[in-house]
């Protein structure tokens, strides 16, 4: 069986939080992280 990950990183800034989360399975965009929006560069 495999097993796959994926990293998820909360920033909070003032009173605004952002989730984003990480995948390098994904077909669009791997390995780079995924917010409500779309991809962000690091």
Avoid at 14 to 30: E, F, M, V, Y
Wanted: hydrophobic share 45%; net charge positive.
């Amino acid at each position: 069986m495999k097993t796959y990950a994926a990293v998820v990183g909360i920033i909070k800034f003032d009173d605004k939080i952002l989730l984003l989360k990480r995948n390098g399975k994904r077909a669009t965009s791997p390995n780079l992280w995924q917010g409500v929006s779309g991809a962000l560069k690091e």
